[in-house]
Each structure stands twice: as structure tokens, then as C-alpha cells.
């Protein structure tokens, strides 16, 4: 067989004896090979690529999410929400019960050590009336989240299977 490539079990890693079994299984897309098909068959959902590619040829996907935008909470959230918090005459776990969170969750956000996401953020402008969300500029702007912060190709170490 010259010129084919040897594929692997993405379970085991054990070499593939023809094709596999393509299956969705907890969520990924993945081929493994007869013995842990047998294991894992009543979970997995056979996978038809055929299929699924003339699905996305007829009905391509449309998405609302801007794409020239990003947006991030302000660094000094946990001043902005301690004040607006007293400033109402609320105490934390009347926050959290308006939220539907923890009351440790309104103090870890006031010290600082957890950072809101963004719809934790949103639901916190709406309660609190404060303004926690900014716009990161981009495209031919710069900005300082382009170019200096670390990503995962900074900080991965990749590892070849032999």
C-alpha cells in the first residue's frame, strides 16, 4: 500500500483494520476501530458524512454574531459592582437571589478572584445599573489583546504519535 496512511483507533490508538466506525460520541467526531465500537456502540450514533455535507451544501448556516467585534468586562468590575450593590441597599445575597447564584459567587466577583462572563455581566448591568462591558477594538486598529497576549501555540508543547 503504498501512499496510504495507517489510521488509528482515536480510543485505543490501535491501527484501524479497514475503514473503522465514524460515530458522534460525547459529543466529537471520532473512528474507532471494532473492539471499541463493541464497547461504546450503545452511546455513539453512527456518523454519514455523505449525509451531513449535502445537509450543509443545501442550507448553508447563518450566524448574528458580529465579527469585527469583541467584547470583554472592564478590569475594575469589582469596584463597579460592590458600590452599585451598597449604593441600592443590597446586601450580597440579595444580589445572588436576583442573579440566581451563589452568595459566595457575588463575593468572589467583589474581591476580585472570579471575573464575570459575559452573561453573568449583562445580567449584573441590568440588576445593578453600572456598565461592565466594553468594545475591544479591532481589524486595523491596535490594540493591546492583539499582539502581546500569549495563545495556545505560545504555550503548547506538541507531542508526534510514533
Not at 459529543?27 to 449525509?51: H, Q
Request: charge should be positive; charged fraction near 30%.
Amino acid at each position: 500500500m503504498l501512499g496510504s496512511a495507517v489510521k488509528y483507533c482515536d480510543l485505543c490508538g490501535a491501527p484501524l483494520r479497514g475503514k473503522g466506525h465514524t460515530v458522534v460520541y460525547e459529543g466529537g467526531i471520532i473512528t474507532v476501530c471494532d473492539s471499541c465500537y463493541s464497547r461504546i456502540a450503545k452511546f455513539a450514533k453512527p456518523y454519514n458524512l455523505e449525509r451531513t455535507t449535502q445537509k450543509t451544501q443545501q442550507r448553508p448556516r447563518q450566524t448574528n454574531k458580529t465579527v469585527d467585534k469583541e467584547l470583554m468586562v472592564v478590569d475594575d468590575y469589582p469596584t463597579i459592582i460592590k458600590n452599585a450593590r451598597e449604593r441600592l441597599g443590597m446586601t450580597q445575597k440579595d444580589l445572588a437571589d436576583k442573579l440566581k447564584v451563589s452568595e459566595g459567587v457575588i463575593k468572589r466577583f467583589e474581591a476580585g478572584k472570579l471575573r464575570p462572563t459575559l452573561e453573568q455581566a449583562r445580567e449584573l448591568e441590568r440588576v445593578l445599573g453600572v456598565k461592565l462591558i466594553f468594545e475591544v477594538p479591532s481589524g486595523g486598529e491596535q490594540s493591546k489583546y492583539s499582539r502581546d497576549a500569549l495563545t495556545l501555540g505560545d504555550v503548547a508543547v506538541v507531542r508526534e504519535r510514533k
